[in-house]
Every structure is written in C-alpha cells, then in structure tokens.
C-alpha cells in the first residue's frame, strides 16, 4: 500500500489532481443549497490548519455530517476552481471523515482560497500564490 503524504494548508496550490492530504478543524460553515437538475445538496465551510485556512466544499450527506469543531481528516482531496471558486473538495475520488473535536491549534489567515495564483518563473506550469514569487 502506498503511504499518504500530509500537507499543510499553505502549501496548497491549484491543481487538477486528487492529490491533498490534510487534517483540518472545521471553523464556520455556511447554510446548506440545493444545486443543479438534481438538487444536489452542497455547503461551503471555512477550515483551517496551523499554517492557514481555506474554503472547503461538502457535498450531500458531507454538509450534515460536520460541524464546527470537529477535526476531519481530506484524503485524496483537490483544490480548484468550482463556478469561478478555489475551493478544497474531497471530489469522487476522495474521503473525508471526522478523526476528533475541539483540541487543534489552528489560524484563520491566510485564506488559501482568496489568493491570487500565477504561473511560477522557474516552472510555469505550476501554480503559486503572487506574493511567494520572488523578484529578479
């Protein structure tokens, strides 16, 4: 079985892949919509980690099983755009699962999701945050 990695939230950059592994407390979430045809339930929540935090996405029973408060564990999570949105989301291919409550350090800055990404000078097909790039 191959080991999962772990990341802290201020690593995150924008990618197409379901690729983050984080363990986050859940710090507010927003009301609960009905989406598309099907009426998919979603939620947005803010989470957070000790490096920084980010709009999280949840999807169907996933808004009324979390809480603030409760730590949970994204596995194979993607961070992307979702209606002109950089949200973290466990996506298909992904889980997340409530792992405890209440006892983690965490910050409520930077907001990983209001960041403005660019193409990185020495490898511009990755992504980075504006302000990590360093002047020549």
């Known amino acids: 079985m191959q080991k999962q990695s772990w990341m802290k939230l201020k690593d995150l950059t924008p990618a197409a892949s379901n690729s983050i592994n984080a363990t986050v407390i859940l710090v507010e979430k927003g009301s609960t919509i009905e989406e598309g045809k099907e009426k998919t339930k979603t939620c947005v929540a803010l989470v957070a980690d000790e490096t920084a935090?980010?709009?999280?996405?949840?999807?169907?029973?996933?808004?009324?099983?979390?809480?603030?408060?409760?730590?949970?564990?994204?596995?194979?999570?993607?961070?992307?755009?979702?209606?002109?949105?950089?949200?973290?989301?466990?996506?298909?291919?992904?889980?997340?699962?409530?792992?405890?409550?209440?006892?983690?350090?965490?910050?409520?800055?930077?907001?990983?999701?209001?960041?403005?990404?660019?193409p990185d000078t020495n490898l511009p097909s990755k992504l980075v945050p504006e302000s990590q790039l360093t002047k020549p």
């Open 53 to 118: 935090c980010v709009n999280f996405q949840m999807w169907g029973a996933e808004c009324e099983a979390f809480h603030p408060g409760d730590i949970i564990r994204i596995s194979k999570g993607i961070f992307s755009r979702h209606k002109n949105k950089l949200l973290l989301r466990a996506g298909k291919r992904g889980s997340v699962e409530k792992v405890g409550e209440f006892t983690m350090l965490f910050v409520e800055s930077p907001n990983m999701s209001e960041m403005r990404y660019v």
